[in-house]
């Protein structure tokens, strides 16, 4: 049997997740990571994305707007911006998000983020396939 890290996910509106897991897949800022039982010590940031829970009752999907990843050798905490179940989330939900990303990046002077941000929804709303 395979070890396992305490995997926490919160978002300002709610506790989503909190249970043991093989491995969770994280779609950090710098580029996605895999954190699992005896990972090093590392806080990174998170882009719009799929994060993905592997524990005993099989794969759970959450789509993550940004937010924050604190892994430890024994834990992952993820505090996301925004948080939802894949299953709960609607097509029409994915295009708002989109749609909001777009009129955001219209009125930020930090063009090149907000394209980035931007892309990275249209992306995760492929990968999502709802």
Known sequence: MATTVQFDLVSPERRLASFPATEV????????LTAMEGHASTITSLRPGLLKVVGADGTKTYV???????????????????????????????????????????????????????????????????
């Open 25 to 32: 897949q994280i779609p950090g800022a710098m580029g996605d």
């Open 64 to 130: 993550v707007t940004g937010g924050f990843a604190e892994i430890s050798p024994t834990g992952v905490s993820v505090l996301a911006e925004q948080a939802v179940p894949l299953d709960e989330m609607t097509p029409a939900a994915l295009d708002a998000l989109v749609a909001d990303a777009c009129e955001a990046a219209a009125v930020n002077p930090d063009k090149d983020a907000a394209d980035k941000a931007v892309a990275d929804l249209q992306a995760m709303r492929a990968a999502a396939a709802v």
